[in-house]
């Protein structure tokens, strides 16, 4: 049942998705990575809440705050796989590829875009494992092209993220979500079936959005995916980054309270709704000008539309849920108590999971 990426190998198929701002951090991918998971590291916005922010030196900061989780990660499973997750459409996308590779990240999951240069940004780091995500046959087959064509080299798994059902932002237009043409499962075996028919390789395939449990799991990998991402399962644990009061907003949380909102970056996103007035009015009403400059795109920078995501994300991951944006899939209403991750895998994978990856981490 292990999943194998690159020269990476673990326990389990699964890779915790990451969550930023810090929502999944040192503390989270740590322990997934004990657990027999590959462990991801949001690297969005990291630096804010980090010691090396000053309120003005965003980029200088997110590098090291980088180095210092992967480190913090490390220190808690020595022998697991841990990584990071960038977001493509972030203004400092490759410095923070880069400092991720020199702080000793051994897989590099990229969203919020494609990283059609990720692979000349990591030639000195051949043994970083690189996953684009992607919601369409169309945008992995993009990417593959492009990789194969100009770094003769192919994505060493690929993420098929399911709209319908994910936390955070999207990868599809506003109106194409939720429409019922979307098929997750159809996505993972096109993709896959892809890089047999054009490339003659096998390409593991994972599935995320609206994984839940292990009866989720179970019906991922008997459609065909090779592993699954699971973000959302992941906040109420002990382990999780985020504040308490955020953890709580999923515990309080009803299916109807989560919905879509249009991120200031000009991609949908899914949140827990129930305080987005508080979240849109926040920045409005004090009149804050774009302060860190985080995104290459933003609505907000350009003519103050919308909100402010990174310090909106960053504020509900320190608890201030009255103007903090929560990001969650789907199934985020499902959580009704706070567990630890060994207590997940247990749940996932049963009950030789533990002791199997005692041996592992
Ligand atoms: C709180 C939260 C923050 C997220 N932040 C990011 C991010 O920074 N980058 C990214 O590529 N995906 C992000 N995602 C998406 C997840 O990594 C994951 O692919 C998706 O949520 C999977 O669906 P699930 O939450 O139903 O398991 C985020 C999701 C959540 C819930």
């Known amino acids: ?36 998971g590959v462990g991801l590291i949001a690297c969005a916005g990291i630096g804010i809440n980090s010691p090396h922010y000053n309120g003005r030196n965003y980029f200088s900061a997110e590098p090291l705050a980088i180095k210092d989780e992967l480190a913090k990660a490390r220190a808690l499973a020595p022998l697991g796989i841990i990584g990071v997750n960038v977001m493509v459409a972030t203004t400092n996308y490759e410095d923070n590829v880069r400092a991720a590779c020199e702080g000793g990240a051994q897989v590099i999951v990229c969203g919020a875009g494609l990283p ?65 043409t979307y098929d997750q499962y159809e996505t993972v075996r096109q993709i896959k079936q892809h890089f047999v028919d054009v490339y ?9 959005g609206g994984i839940w449990d292990r009866a989720d799991v179970e019906y991922a990998l008997a459609q065909g995916a090779d592993g699954v991402q699971m973000a959302s399962r992941f906040v109420c644990t002990v382990e999780c980054d985020a504040a308490d009061a955020f953890k709580q907003m999923y515990l309080d949380a009803r299916p109807e309270d989560i919905g879509l909102i ?34 290459k795109k933003c609505t907000y920078k350009e003519s103050g539309e919308r909100f402010c995501i990174v310090h909106s994300l960053d504020r509900a991951q320190r608890g201030d849920v009255e103007t903090g944006i929560v990001f969650c899939g789907t199934n985020a209403w499902k959580a009704d108590h706070i567990e630890t991750v060994a207590d997940v895998f247990e749940e996932l994978f049963g009950a030789e999971s533990a002791a199997k990856s005692a041996v592992s981490a």
């Open 1 to 36: 049942m292990s999943l194998t990426i690159g020269k990476h190998t673990v326990t389990w198929p699964l890779i915790q998705g990451g969550m930023g701002v810090r929502v999944s951090g040192a503390g989270l991918a740590g322990a997934v990575a004990r657990s027999g």
């Open 116 to 180: 059609m240069n990720l692979p000349g940004l990591t030639t000195d780091w051949p043994d970083v494992a690189l996953i684009p995500i992607a919601s369409s046959l169309k945008a992995a087959e993009l990417v593959a092209r492009k990789w194969k064509k100009a770094y003769d080299r192919l994505p060493d798994a690929v993420v098929v993220e399911d709209p319908d059902t994910a936390g955070g932002h999207l990868g599809e237009k506003l109106e194409n979500i939720g429409n019922g």
């Open 200 to 208: 003659n390789t096998v390409v593991p395939v994972i599935a995320a």
């Open 262 to 295: 249009m991120s200031p970056a000009g991609l949908p996103g899914r949140a827990i709704l129930s305080n987005i007035e508080g979240v849109r009015s926040r920045d409005r009403d004090l009149g804050i000008r774009c302060p860190s400059n985080c995104l």
